[in-house]
């Protein structure tokens, strides 16, 4: 293993929240790798933060809780000086986890009393004040989210609802101290953590609320949030002369030859993305059902996209609106949550290198299913593995057999 030990370990639980953190440091001058899981034979050059992508987030708990104990182990090999647990801005999670069990685990592991819960970014719209979470001007339970099929959030009140994942007590960083700087934000989790407190949420209405949460995480040996929160550890690094000042942060190497996007999220946001580009850049939409049966292939498709790079970025994309899904899931079912990923693991992606332009995936969330609403029952759904998004009596009437023959069925057609 060459290379220097990373000042910061970070685990993300999904890839796109992984790219994004690894964006985050990276433009705070962190030179950065990104990998697939984790990779224990990796040639890890010199690097100042090593950032692990899982795909934890809807996973069932025990597995998240393992994939995530790996890789906080595997850091800790590598001599990483801080850790960071990343999740969604808009906490993605149910009653039962992940973020609280996966937060147990990483604190019991690295011996700690208290870590901070910080999912705010409020350049992408997500605050907290008294600890409730805000998508836009909105609650977060009067967002879209409040309707997400595998993970609805209909609970703005972090503490409250993290509180539901652990046995762990929870408190809160009110806006009113986060305000008056980093020691005031320290003095208050030290409170916290003589009181027995495990988890601080804290509030942010700015970008500068994040930094100064992140310098008052300096001692701390874990960080939870979102990536807005990493955009104060660097600095702290630096004041420890462990963290060079690069007069220039972003130092990439311009890319070469046109972009390929790869879009599968089915979110609001991201339909409006593809939209907007479809409208001006040539556009493949991958037919599921075709898929499915046979009739198209990961060949045919990527030959089609290639056939279009002459005339710029082209756009590969499964997104489609509720109805669609709904129609498709119909026909083929729901892919259970513990089904392969589909990312191979063991590879390692550098966020400050590359001379080839990458493929891109935006649309971080995956909305699989657009369910009527009215008809569903989340916990209902949530007991089902392989049911993301259905009305109780539809998932009480259908059998798993039944759906074996159904697919086998459509399979013969």
Same mark, same amino acid.
């Given at each position: 293993?060459?290379?220097?030990?990373?000042?910061?370990?970070?685990?993300?639980?999904?890839?796109?929240?992984?790219?994004?953190?690894?964006?985050?440091?990276?433009?705070?001058?962190?030179?950065?790798?990104?990998?697939?899981?984790?990779?224990?034979?990796?040639?890890?050059?010199?690097?100042?933060?090593?950032?692990?992508?899982?795909?934890? @987030?809807? /996973?069932?708990?025990?597995? +998240? =809780?393992? $994939? !995530?104990? #790996?890789?906080?182990?595997?850091?800790?090999?590598?001599? &990483?000086?801080?850790?960071?647990?990343?999740?969604?801005?808009?906490?993605?999670?149910?009653?039962?986890?992940?973020?609280?069990?996966?937060g147990d685990a990483l604190l019991e592991a690295v011996g700690a009393d208290i870590t901070v819960v910080c999912p705010a970014y409020p350049t992408n719209?997500?605050?907290?004040?008294?600890?409730?979470?805000?998508?836009?001007?909105?609650?977060?339970?009067?967002?879209?989210?409040?309707?997400?099929?595998?993970?609805?959030?209909?609970?703005?009140?972090?503490?409250?609802?993290?509180?539901?994942?652990?046995?762990?007590?929870?408190?809160?960083?009110?806006?009113?101290?986060?305000?008056?700087?980093?020691?005031?934000?320290?003095?208050?989790?030290?409170?916290? @953590?003589? /009181?027995?407190?495990?988890? +601080? =949420?804290? $509030? !942010?209405? #700015?970008?500068?609320?994040?930094?100064?949460?992140?310098? &008052?995480?300096?001692?701390?040996?874990?960080?939870?949030?979102?990536?807005?929160?990493?955009?104060?550890?660097?600095?702290?690094?630096?004041?420890?002369?462990?963290?060079?000042?690069?007069?220039?942060?972003?130092?990439?190497?311009?890319?070469?030859?046109?972009?390929?996007?790869?879009?599968?999220?089915?979110?609001?946001?991201?339909?409006?993305?593809?939209?907007?580009?479809?409208?001006?850049?040539?556009?493949?939409?991958?037919?599921?059902?075709?898929?499915?049966?046979?009739?198209?292939?990961?060949?045919?498709?990527?030959?089609?996209?290639?056939?279009?790079?002459?005339?710029?970025?082209?756009?590969?994309?499964?997104?489609?609106?509720?109805?669609?899904?709904?129609?498709?899931?119909?026909?083929?079912?729901?892919?259970?949550?513990?089904?392969?990923?589909?990312?191979?693991?063991?590879?390692?992606?550098?966020?400050?290198?590359?001379?080839?332009?990458?493929?891109?995936?935006?649309?971080?969330?995956?909305?699989?299913?657009?369910?009527?609403?009215?008809?569903?029952?989340?916990?209902?759904?949530?007991?089902?593995?392989?049911?993301?998004?259905?009305?109780?009596?539809?998932?009480?009437?259908?059998?798993?057999?039944?759906?074996?023959?159904?697919?086998?069925?459509?399979?013969?057609?």
């Open positions: 293993m060459s290379g220097s030990a990373p000042l910061l370990g970070a685990i993300a639980d999904d890839v796109t929240g992984a790219a994004d953190l690894c964006s985050t440091l990276v433009r705070e001058g962190m030179r950065t790798v990104l990998t697939i899981g984790v990779v224990r034979d990796l040639d890890l050059p010199a690097v100042d933060a090593l950032v692990v992508a899982l795909k934890s @987030r809807t /996973a069932p708990v025990a597995e +998240a =809780v393992g $994939d !995530a104990s #790996e890789a906080l182990a595997w850091l800790r090999d590598l001599g &990483a000086k801080q850790f960071f647990f990343k999740y969604c801005s808009t906490f993605d999670s149910t009653p039962e986890g992940n973020i609280g069990p996966v719209s997500r605050t907290v004040y008294q600890g409730h979470l805000f998508v836009g001007d909105r609650l977060l339970s009067e967002s879209s989210m409040a309707r997400h099929p595998l993970t609805p959030m209909t609970d703005p009140d972090i503490a409250r609802f993290i509180g539901n994942q652990t046995s762990r007590s929870v408190g809160l960083v009110p806006y009113r101290i986060v305000r008056d700087g980093p020691e005031a934000i320290e003095r208050r989790l030290e409170e916290l @953590r003589r /009181a027995g407190i495990s988890y +601080a =949420v804290t $509030d !942010a209405l #700015e970008d500068a609320h994040l930094r100064a949460i992140g310098a &008052a995480c300096a001692n701390l040996v874990l960080v939870t949030g979102a990536s807005g929160v990493a955009l104060g550890l660097p600095e702290n690094f630096r004041r420890r002369s462990l963290l060079p000042e690069r007069a220039n942060r972003v130092d990439l190497p311009p890319l070469e030859g046109p972009p390929v996007v790869v879009v599968g999220s089915c979110s609001a946001a991201t339909q409006e993305q593809v939209r907007r580009m479809a409208a001006h850049y040539p556009a493949i939409k991958v037919n599921v059902l075709d898929v499915y049966r046979g009739q198209s292939d990961v060949e045919s498709l990527a030959a089609s996209a290639v056939a279009h790079l002459a005339e710029g970025p082209v756009l590969v994309y499964t997104t489609a609106p509720p109805d669609e899904v709904a129609h498709v899931q119909e026909r083929v079912g729901v892919v259970p949550r513990e089904h392969p990923d589909r990312v191979r693991p063991g590879r390692a992606y550098p966020a400050s290198r590359g001379k080839r332009r990458p493929t891109t995936r935006f649309g971080g969330r995956r909305d699989v299913c657009g369910h009527r609403e009215g008809t569903w029952d989340p916990h209902a759904c949530r007991r089902e593995r392989d049911c993301a998004w259905r009305s109780v009596d539809d998932v009480a009437r259908r059998s798993a057999a039944r759906r074996r023959a159904q697919v086998r069925e459509l399979r013969r057609a």
